[in-house]
């Protein structure tokens, strides 16, 4: 039982480039999240997908994308990576909302 | 909307201190709370929750009381570790919606 996992841990992108942020979880869980990590700002939520098939903004959805592929998989892109995105990325998922959400290692990008 | 306020860190302590990090909330309804732990390079790990008024989570030696009076959630160890030093979040959960709210962390350093 590998609970969420994540890839890739660490990227690098220049401006401009685009990448998808990979989210796996093997618990059975319904509700799926990413957030970005910046210093002194705590979490911040950009998409989440309550179940199957659905995906709803956060609080700073723009500039990426979401794709919820199937129950396990939930993916982050970012079309055209700015600097303003280097960030550390967590994912995390829950049963269902508003419950206990157990996180991944988290990715760590830089755009330069 | 609803939100977290907590303590600004770092907090810095001998080992066997007395720890207390302060967080508030401010929410519509009875809210779930949560004390998350971030060690270094690491997700987040739930550490412990309350699911309503004057309930009290524990876990580790740490304790939070949930007070709907003050509408607080203070997180407390009698006796810190050198191991204990890490990111703690308070979050509650949005009833209105299938999501957690975080704070923006304190950092805790406790040096031998």
């Not at chain 2, 990090?21 to 997700?43: D, K, M």
């Not at chain 2, 570790?81 to 999501?99: E, H, I, M, P």
């Not at chain 2, 709210?101 to 950092?107: A, K, M, S, V, Y």
Request: with cysteine.
């Amino acid at each position: 039982n590998a609970g969420v996992t994540q890839t890739p841990k660490f990227q690098v992108l220049k401006t401009g480039q685009s990448m998808t942020l990979q989210c796996a979880q093997d618990m059975n869980h319904n509700s799926m999240y990413w957030y970005r990590q910046d210093p002194g700002m705590g979490l911040r939520l950009i998409y989440y997908s309550a179940s199957e098939g659905t995906t709803d903004k956060g609080e700073v959805p723009n500039g990426y994308n979401v794709s919820r592929l199937n129950k396990r998989e939930f993916s982050l892109r970012l079309e055209s990576a700015a600097p303003s995105q280097t960030s550390v990325y967590f994912c995390a998922s829950s049963v269902q909302g508003r419950e206990t959400q157990y996180f991944g290692p988290g990715t760590r990008l830089l755009v330069l | 909307g609803d939100s977290v306020t907590q303590m600004e860190g770092p907090v810095t302590l001998s080992e066997e201190a007395f720890l207390t990090i302060n967080c508030t909330y401010t929410a519509t309804g009875y809210p779930s709370l949560f004390w998350y732990v971030q060690y270094p390079g690491e997700g987040l790990q739930l550490l412990l929750k309350a699911t309503k008024a004057d309930d009290k989570g524990s876990n580790k030696g740490f304790e939070a009381t949930y007070r709907k009076e003050t509408t607080s959630f203070h997180l407390e160890k009698g006796s810190v570790q050198v191991s204990d030093s890490a990111v703690y979040f308070c979050a509650l959960s949005d009833r209105g919606t299938d999501k957690l709210i975080f704070g923006t962390g304190t950092r805790l350093q406790v040096f031998p």
